[in-house]
């Protein structure tokens, strides 16, 4: 019984981080957008924009090749082995009722490679930014007193009048 309990719980998680990653890349993307427009700097950022169109291409590599997602699966055979089903689960029921809803499997499928398309058409025309910052070299520090060896153009030390001693 224990462990019907542990297969139920790890299905509820499967579905939760399954929910997780699907927000990431449609949220991801709006924001995105949205971040495009309205000029953040974040969105550009090469490491959040390379791991959502690696994220969005697996999904439509699976599309594309009809098979079917790693983590469905998976929540599905722990859910077999707890005796469950999806309506069994409180938090399996919700999760589920966000990812999956009544459509037919090619419904999915052109979602799946449209929404890809969009996510790279993104990343071509907003591209992220790559480049590296350069830093300036620091300047020397002056000593008090001291004087460069090259004085601007245009100052003749010469032609200053000498400082008078005030008597007092």
């Known amino acids: 019984m224990e462990s019907q309990a542990f297969y139920a719980a790890s299905a509820d998680a499967i579905v939760a981080v399954h929910t997780l990653f699907v927000g990431f890349v449609v949220i991801g993307q709006l924001l995105i957008l949205i971040g495009l427009v309205c000029r953040w700097k974040w969105v550009r950022n090469p490491w ?3 791991t959502h169109l690696l994220c969005i291409g697996v999904v439509v590599a699976e599309a594309a090749s009809d098979i079917v997602c790693p983590l469905t699966l998976w929540e599905r055979h722990l859910r077999d082995l707890s005796g469950q089903t999806v ?7 919700f999760f589920n009722s ?21 996510v790279l058409g993104t990343f071509v025309f907003g591209p992220p930014r790559f480049c590296r910052k350069t830093t300036v070299p620091a300047q020397p520090r002056r000593a008090a007193g001291f004087t460069p060896a ?6 003749n030390p010469a032609a200053r009048p000498a400082r ?5």
Not at 98 to 118: K, Y
Not at 164 to 168: K, S
Request: glycine share 8%; proline share 5%; charged share 10%.
């Open 164 to 168: 008078q001693a005030h008597a007092q």
């Open 98 to 118: 966000i990812l999956f809803f009544n459509m037919p499997r090619e419904f999915f499928v052109w979602i799946h490679i449209s929404f890809g398309a969009i």
């Open 87 to 93: 309506n069994d689960s409180a938090i399996g029921w």
């Open 48 to 50: 959040f924009r390379l």
């Open 150 to 155: 090259v004085r601007p153009a245009g100052i």
